[in-house]
């Protein structure tokens, strides 16, 4: 029996090819209702295993005959949901169990000493998009997909596949789901496999619900897949880009396993208009340029067509990738990088009741919509991710809260979302209700390992980073030494025992704020600033953040803005990577007054003992100037108008604007109708 252990093995020393498509080889045999069991089975591919298991076998021979190195098994939909559309959802075990020992005994025949081969147990979609608000697609949770997907896997791993194939994926909490579903099975069991998750794009480039490659790329390496690709949905003509983005960007190895081009329709049957020197054509280029590991084929793709991929790639040794290791984070949507160029990747800070009086009322009066145009207006203003806080001491239910307005922000702005929260169950609600990769703010020393050990577990599963505050049993630290004192603590705890990589770690050194006039105080923003400095030196690799805004807590709006925006760049300066900032509310540092200026630097860098005093002085004496926002639609067509307020999504004045435009194209009629019947009058001095 082949060496469960070996896939990867192999991967590393040549590409490895797949076979084709198990459900249209199906198809072609014109199987009736006895070959499933019956009736009321007809049509259930996955029960052949059970039924014909000739049928199967016969499939997977004829892929192995013409050379590929894994076969997939017949379990596409072998999970309780979708088996309980034929009454089997209690069979589930039982037959993914079968379905993989039967592959698992084919498989061996074809092994040799020099050339092992695989079986690929194959996962697909549940049926149901659970990411979206759709009454019947979405109407399931993770967790229910996690157990769905670990009992599914149980199975295939007990009947003995090399590798579990999540495949032809259209929603990335599906994907989420499935492979927390998948390290559950491998705890159950004791054997752990190799994972190969595989998304589907359109011909536009994205997944069903408009997630791009680069997101795809980002959620599924951070849940620490082994192999990741594409397959199904289009042809490789329309994978070239995202495939080459892959290899330009992932570390991992790379599957690409198409259809036989898009399918039409002829006489009621799926025409695939692929050919199979297409195909061959397409994965030489795949395989050779870009780097691609794994190849194979999908709906559609033939016996003959892989013949002719063996023919082309077969034995060829995997090309050498080293592309940069690029930390980021990801929104349903698209992906960011953590660190901004120029820095600071901007925090919007108002998605947050314990910050905002706004959103407390509209989360108090459960007007999520509202807070929705807040974070819009966060992401207008410049924020890259947006800072979610939904605590409410006059409320009990905050993560009801949490789950309801991260599905909606989810679905509503491009910008990953930070998860604020004190409470581990409530960070875990939004991360089960998240298709992107979040931010984790925060965890802490403050009741020894209680916190980390509640939350990094989370961020494990799902894939998150982890804004760490300076804050020991001790409290929280208020020099640069004690501040890299605990960073290196957590660092260490969360490296060694929990397997983060230090880019998944966000130092946040805390600041206080300057306006007591305490003299224990005087020295906290330089303190904070050498303690950024001095965290990005000696524990290389992880970020600094910063909530920027309390350095300036209890002075005048005016003078804060000031403070904030002389902070942040002193801030950056030290190596700071991440702000928790209002973006409205900053301005560069040169385009500071320069009397400002003097007074910012002097009070944060404790240059004079009467530094706060000369600055509130001064802010007292200056009062601020309010200048009205323009209304970008002021010269603007009704007709413009109301184009701009729904690009921008903004509901604001829009009933009056088509008001005004309905009355603008009456009036237009009525002039054209007017003019249309002045023409037609008789000319008097036209002769008869």
Sequence with gaps: ????????????????????????????????????????????????????????????????????????????????????????????????????????????????????????????????????????????????????????????????????????????????????????????????????????????????????????????????????????????????????????????????????????????????PLTAQALADAHDEFVHQFGVGVVGGCCGTTPEHMRLVVERVGGAAPLHRDPPKVPRTASAMTAYDLAQIPAPTLLGERVNTQGSRAVKRLLLADDYEGVVEVGRGQVEGGAHLLDVCVALTERQDEADQMRTLVKLLAQSVETPLVIDSTEADVVRAALEQYPGRAVINSINLENGRQRVDAVVPLAVEHGAAVVALTIDEQGMARTAERKLAIARRIHDIVTAEYGLEPGDLIFDALTFTLATGEEEYRRSALETIDGIRRIKAELPGVFASLGVSNVSFGLQPHARAVLNSVFLHHCVEAGLDMAIVNPAHITPYAEIDQQQRDLADDLILARHEDALERFIDYFQEHEAQEEEAADPTADMTPDEAIHWKILHRKKEGVEDLVDRAVQSRVAELQSNSNSNSNSKQPDPTNEA
């Design 1 to 272: 029996m082949t060496d469960r252990s070996s896939y990867m093995d192999a991967l590393r020393d040549r590409v490895l090819i797949y076979d084709g498509a198990m459900g249209t080889s199906i198809q072609a045999l014109g199987l009736g209702p006895e070959d499933f069991g019956g009736p009321a089975l007809e049509g259930c591919n996955d029960h052949l295993v059970l039924s014909r298991p000739d049928v199967v076998e016969g499939i997977h021979r004829s892929f192995l005959d013409v050379g590929v190195d894994v076969i997939e098994t017949d379990t596409f939909r072998a999970n309780r949901l979708t088996l309980g559309e034929y009454g089997l959802q209690d069979r589930v075990v039982d037959l993914n169990r079968a379905a993989a020992a039967l592959a698992r005994r084919v498989a061996d025949e074809y092994t040799t000493p020099d050339r092992p081969r695989f079986v690929a147990g194959s996962m697909g979609p549940s049926g149901y998009l659970p990411s979206t608000s759709d009454p019947t697609l979405g109407n399931t949770t993770y967790a229910e997909l996690a157990d769905v997907f670990a009992e599914q896997a149980r199975g295939l791993i007990e009947g003995g596949v090399d590798v579990l194939l999540i495949e032809t994926s259209q929603d990335m909490l599906e994907v989420k789901a499935a492979v927390a579903g998948i390290r559950r099975a491998f705890d159950e069991t004791g054997i752990t496999l190799p994972i190969q998750a595989q998304v589907t794009l359109d011909t536009s480039g994205r997944m069903l619900l408009g997630t791009d490659i680069e997101a795809a790329m980002v959620v599924l390496e951070s849940l620490r897949v082994d192999v990741l690709g594409l397959n199904c949905s289009t042809g490789p003509e329309h994978m070239r880009q995202p495939v080459r983005w892959l290899c330009e960007n992932s570390r991992l190895p790379i599957s690409v396993i198409p259809n036989a081009g898009i399918p039409h329709n002829e006489a009621g049957r799926a025409v695939y």
